[in-house]
């Protein structure tokens, strides 16, 4: 089992940065694709970025191109979100996500992964 957890959320203005955090815990994740979804209200849950498992291919959803950056330290068990130039239509509840497989259609669906974390609420203000 894989538990993970979620952290680095909060309230920030428009054009702000977050880094999120996901460590997790019960077994390494360094053989895993590691994701980041988030969920607005009333919305369902949408992909946001992923990352394999060697850490050196990634894939963003066109709506945080160039603003968001995935990343990984294996020897930390860990997988981060750099979230720069915040928009007030990303806010919502942030979840990371690991996957056993997957290719790049794959990973960009959340049915793909296996173990959640609880989420982290990330809020921008305009």
């Known amino acids: 089992q894989v538990q993970l957890v979620e952290s680095g959320g909060g309230l920030v203005q428009a054009g702000g940065s977050l880094r999120l955090s996901c460590v997790a815990s019960g077994r390494t994740v360094s053989t895993y694709h590691m994701g980041w979804f988030r969920q607005a209200p009333g919305k369902e849950r949408e992909f946001v970025a992923y990352?394999?498992?060697?850490?050196?291919?990634?894939h963003y959803a066109d709506s945080v191109k160039g603003r968001f950056t995935i990343s990984r330290d294996n020897a930390k068990n860990a997988v981060y979100l750099q979230m720069n130039s915040l928009k007030p239509e990303d806010t919502a509840v942030y979840y990371c996500?690991?996957?056993?497989?997957?290719?790049?259609?794959?990973?960009?669906?959340?049915?793909?992964?296996?173990?959640w974390g609880q989420g982290t609420q990330v809020t921008v203000s305009s």
């Open positions: 996500g690991a996957a056993s497989y997957g290719t790049l259609i794959l990973l960009s669906r959340d049915t793909t992964y296996t173990y």
């Open positions: 990352i394999n498992s060697g850490g050196y291919g990634t």
